[in-house]
């Protein structure tokens, strides 16, 4: 079985569905995975800036091919790694009364979808298609 890897600066903590128990809490591995940006301005609207990204960089990035092994990471960084599938983010987010994410109750190795259908007429039914 592989063991998961917390490549974030905070504990990752997963919760019991049913319970709401604590089932793990990957510590801080000592990588931090990340994502640098380089902006460039587009054009302004006001005093408001519209940038787009022209380069990024990765920083701490996990090795991959390792069978034995996952990796949690934050969703702007698995963003920019969609196609590999040892890479992990919490989701389905817990929070405490002032708004604050303390847990979570599974972990996503894949983030990306791709619209296929917008709401039927009714508006009860949101589809989505998995991008290819």
């Not at 793990?24 to 000592?30: H, I, L, M, R």
């Not at 006001?46 to 969703?75: C, F, M, Q, R």
């Not at 698995?78 to 989701?91: A, G, H």
Request: hydrophobic residues 35%.
């Amino acid at each position: 079985m592989p063991r998961i890897i917390n490549y974030t600066k905070h504990p990752v903590r997963v919760f019991d569905r049913r319970t709401r128990k604590l089932e793990e809490e990957f510590k801080p591995s000592g990588f931090n995975a990340r994502i640098n940006v380089k902006h460039e301005l587009v054009r302004k609207i006001g005093n408001i800036e519209i940038k787009e990204v022209v380069d990024w960089t990765a920083e701490d990035v996990p090795p991959e091919g390792k069978e034995d092994a996952l990796y949690v990471v934050s969703h702007h960084f698995k963003s920019m790694f969609p196609n590999r599938k040892d890479l992990l983010v919490p989701i389905e987010q817990l929070r405490n009364k002032n708004g604050r994410v303390y847990g979570c109750l599974s972990l996503c190795s894949k983030l990306v979808l791709e619209i296929d259908s917008y709401y039927n007429e009714d508006c009860s039914e949101f589809q989505y298609k998995e991008a290819a």
